[in-house]
T-cell receptor
Framework: GESVGLHLPTLSVQEGDNSIINCAYS??????FIWYKQESGKGPQFIID?????DKRQGQRVTVLLNKTVKHLSLQIAATQPGDSAVYFC???????????FGGGTRLMVKP | ETGVTQSPTHLIKTRGQQVTLRCSSQ?????VSWYQQALGQGPQFIFQYYREEENGRGNFPPRFSGLQFPNYSSELNVNALELDDSALYLC??????????????FGEGSRLTVL
């Protein structure tokens, strides 16, 4: 079946370095993609989103890139900080109803 | 803090029992969604409520049911609990349902353990 998935289950980076978390999706009909951060014991927290008519969107220290040709989504975190340590999920929305399909998650570990 | 509150935060049940989980949505949000998150996995969509009606449903059996009240709060009910129902149950609210997707605001979840 069609799904959203991630390439790397665990990513370890040095504090101050940039992080890149990748995600592959298979449903070309998806029109909206979101990245969530989930810290231990908490619910997912919205980071950034992008619609299918865009290929790049920037936020504070984060950038999302969308490559529709290869159905690939990435989250870039600049100057990674210890507080960025968490599990990151990409999610896709296939309709206007905000019913999301999540990937399996990537754990980001930031070494001081 | 998202303004979405869930209760209880933790609970333990045995197989065959029934459970009710509760969610208060963020002020002004008229749509509530429920997700199940098994340990080490991403959340899976259970269903969504809008104006007190089920608006969409994921691949979950009928023993998973819900309600939405006039104040937009919601309940998730699970009957005949199975061991595999052990998970974190997340509630998310959003302000609109029509006109395209928007940000979901998640609560901290209710962790259910079925023994």
């Amino acid at each position: 079946g069609e799904s959203v998935g991630l390439h790397l289950p665990t990513l370890s980076v040095q504090e101050g370095d940039n992080s890149i978390i990748n995600c592959a999706y298979s449903n070309s009909a998806s029109d909206y993609f979101i990245w969530y951060k989930q810290e231990s014991g908490k619910g997912p927290q919205f980071i950034i989103d992008i619609r299918s008519n865009m290929d790049k969107r920037q936020g504070q220290r984060v950038t999302v890139l969308l490559n529709k040709t290869v159905k690939h989504l990435s989250l870039q975190i600049a100057a990674t900080q210890p507080g960025d340590s968490a599990v990151y999920f990409c999610a896709e929305n296939r309709n206007a109803g905000n019913m999301l399909t999540f990937g399996g998650g990537t754990r980001l570990m930031v070494k001081p | 803090e998202t303004g979405v509150t869930q209760s209880p935060t933790h609970l333990i049940k045995t197989r065959g029992q029934q459970v009710t989980l509760r969610c208060s949505s963020q002020s002004g949000h008229n749509t509530v969604s429920w997700y199940q998150q098994a340990l080490g996995q991403g959340p899976q969509f259970i269903f969504q409520y809008y104006r007190e009606e089920e608006n969409g449903r994921g691949n979950f059996p009928p023993r998973f049911s819900g309600l939405q009240f006039p104040n937009y709060s919601s309940e998730l009910n699970v009957n005949a609990l199975e061991l595999d129902d052990s998970a974190l149950y997340l509630c998310a609210s959003s302000p609109v349902i029509a006109g395209g997707p928007g940000e979901l605001f998640f609560g901290e979840g209710s962790r259910l353990t079925v023994l």
